[in-house]
């Protein structure tokens, strides 16, 4: 059972940055996709950035192209997301998503077994 938690979430003025981290534990298999999705009040849960692990492959969202990054720490079992140039639309909970097998398309939540619990990030204008 693969267990996931995040941390780095808060608040920030417009323009800011975050850094969002995301370790997994309890596996017996790697997970071979990790993935950062959101959601803000009122709105369906939406792909932000993946990794294959295998691979490094990354996928972006066009809305956080060129300001996000996500990025893999092997050593700690970790997923990192980079956030830059924070706008007040990125407020959402954040969630680390992950399964041992790369679905179809990376931004397609059903295609995730395991989730963490959320972390909220809140941008100021």
């Known amino acids: 059972q693969v267990q996931l938690v995040e941390s780095g979430g808060g608040s920030v003025q417009a323009g800011g940055s975050l850094r969002l981290s995301c370790t997994a534990s309890?596996?017996?298999?790697?997970?071979?996709?990790m993935a950062w999705f959101r959601q803000a009040p009122g709105k369906e849960r939406e792909g932000v950035a993946a990794i294959y692990t295998g691979g490094g492959r990354t996928y972006y969202a066009d809305s956080v192209k060129g300001r996000f990054t996500i990025s893999q720490d092997n050593a700690k079992n970790t997923v990192n997301l980079q956030m830059n140039s924070l706008k007040p639309g990125d407020t959402a909970m954040y969630y680390c998503?992950?399964?041992?097998?790369?679905?179809?398309?990376?931004?397609?939540?059903?295609?995730?077994?395991?989730w963490g619990q959320g972390t909220q990030v809140t941008v100021s204008s």
């Open positions: 998503a992950a399964d041992v097998v790369c679905g179809g398309s990376w931004n397609w939540s059903h295609e995730y077994n395991y």
């Open positions: 309890g596996y017996t298999y790697s997970p071979k996709c």
